[in-house]
């Protein structure tokens, strides 16, 4: 008896006869040594004599009958195995009185079964639940697979619709599942109804929920026109949002669903239906608000990034820990807690243009200053002119995405959003990078003075000031497959619940521990560089003008200098610190014009000490004129005897 024997083979062949395919085990007989990986392998303990299971990755185990979810791992017996022809996925064998299958929980197996259980159903409560084991066994999958949890989705509310669209009479039918409950009832009698809205009952699931379950009233009219016989209504609620949440949502209610029979849709109701939602936690952080939202469940599969959580359509009602949802349409609800970064859509309308003509200038003359760097050789010896110019050049690549952002999220093509905020993120944390430069250097010029001499100055600043940003960016991009950071965004508008879809970074963690962080870090350092080297100007002007006619005007220029500084370090940007909330819509106006226009103001920075330059190197000339001129005698004076001799 061989020290190790397999009994169970994902392959579709024995251990003995081995196949070249990728997800075959390879089996020394005489080490016992397997070289990789397979769901599920059977070990004989030598000394015990016992069969062990030990499974090694995730699986879905369905059994007939449908009286085994999950396997026991010291449970496993001598079963004889039967391999599904033309599948590296799939095997079977028989265990106590079921015969089970088991699937690999990856894309192509899984995605295959979800299809055939739609497209050839049964019954629909045995589905359902055969989509819930199957979405819990392979809780991986579904986690990290934003297609494969839209296809789940979709596939439930296909079972669900199923399920409702099954005439009844009399008393409502009731579906327990381990993850949701399910109430179906029909409506008659609608005509002698005495108010215009009919209250619907949502299922208890747990005991603990009972006193959190939504109240639901749906109107007549919305009904009227549904023969009686298919008049059938369901309300779903589940015991977890979490398959609703794709962008860290914060969920503070139930998650309900309302279905109609007839393959009919609730949508532009002319009476809104009503949910009463209680909150399960009622303490809401400072700077959040309640919103009622619905899950926009119909986007397109392909773009699991346009799918998400939205206001349009609801509006949101709070009396104390209840929350009433009035909205004219009927998919999943839920009350979540959003942050309170919303903007009246005439502010948005002002921001917008402010923004768009201060980007278009700043692209303009960003792009005029690089020209005027690379067609005059002088401004390239100087290293300050060569990192103004690296900024200008962060500058504009900031400004053209930004401009081409809301243009980009209208397209709704996934890669195109994404190229979008990709190019965002680099480019802003290039600008912060290059301000960064900026303040080491004026600090290397103006306060260090001496030993400010490095070999290949500007190519390392160049590799800190384009690398870093690129290995920022290019690590985001590489963990897309386990968690997307960049896609499309929504902004919404407080006064109309509206929202704008921009291209941006989607995870609300991701953008706090890196833009933020980032910034922050680069906005102390530049304050602190910009304070030292103000007194360092204060000090000069003190011991400088002594006795001079014109300190005014000289303090004035101080005073220009030290603004000029504060936007070339882009100590502007530390406005968004004041920025957040409506009472401070102030702030966000004068963080708007600054930055947006910051491009154009480094130009006239980059003019206004290129004049300087040209003044000091004409002041120079003359000067050296002068002195070439006093200092050289005629011949006739230096040799004044020469004549003699002519």
Known sequence: MFPLHLLL???????????????????????????????????????????????????????????????????????????????????????????CEVTKCTGPPVTALMREIQDHPSEGPKDLKRVLNMRNMCADLFKNNRTMRMMFIGVERYLVHKMVNVSITGEPVYYHLSDLALIVFNLTNLTSADDKMVKIKAPELLSEHNSYIPETWIPIDALQNIPEEKRTVGVVTYKSPNQFLFKEELVRTMVIRIEVGGGRQLENLTTPLKMKFKLLDPIIPVNYSLSCQYFNEYGNIS??????WKTDGC????????????????????VLLIADLSIDSAHWQVLSYISYIGCGLSAFFTAVSFLTYVITTNSRVDNANSIHVSLSGALFLLNTSFLLNEWGASLGIRGVCIFIAVAIHYSLLSCFTWMAIEAVHLYLLLVKVFNTYYRHYMAKLSAIGWGVPGIIVGVSLAVKDIKPLYGPTEMTMADTNQTNTICWIMDIPFFYSMNLAYFTIIFVLNSGILLTVTTRICQLQRYGSKGKPGKASLAWKDIGTVLGLTCLLGITWGLAFLSYGYVNLPILYLFSIFNSLQGFFIFLWICGTARKDRERVANTKSTSAALNTSTAKPKEEMFPGNNRYQ
């Open 9 to 99: 083979l994902i392959s579709g062949t024995l251990a003995m006869n081995c196949s070249n395919s990728d997800d075959t085990f390879y089996l020394d007989t005489t080490t016992g040594e397997i070289s990789m990986k397979n769901i599920l392998i059977t070990i004989i303990d030598k000394a015990e004599e016992n069969l062990k299971c030990v499974w090694v990755i995730e699986s879905y185990i369905e059994c007939t009958p449908m009286n085994v979810t999950s396997i026991n791992l010291t449970d496993c017996q001598t079963v004889p195995i039967s391999v599904v022809e033309n599948s590296t996925n799939k095997l079977i064998f028989n265990m106590s009185s079921s015969t």
């Open 303 to 308: 773009l699991p990034d346009t799918v998400f």
């Open 315 to 334: 509006v949101t009602k709070i009396n104390d820990s209840v929350v009433e949802c009035i909205c004219s349409h009927a998919t999943p609800f839920a």
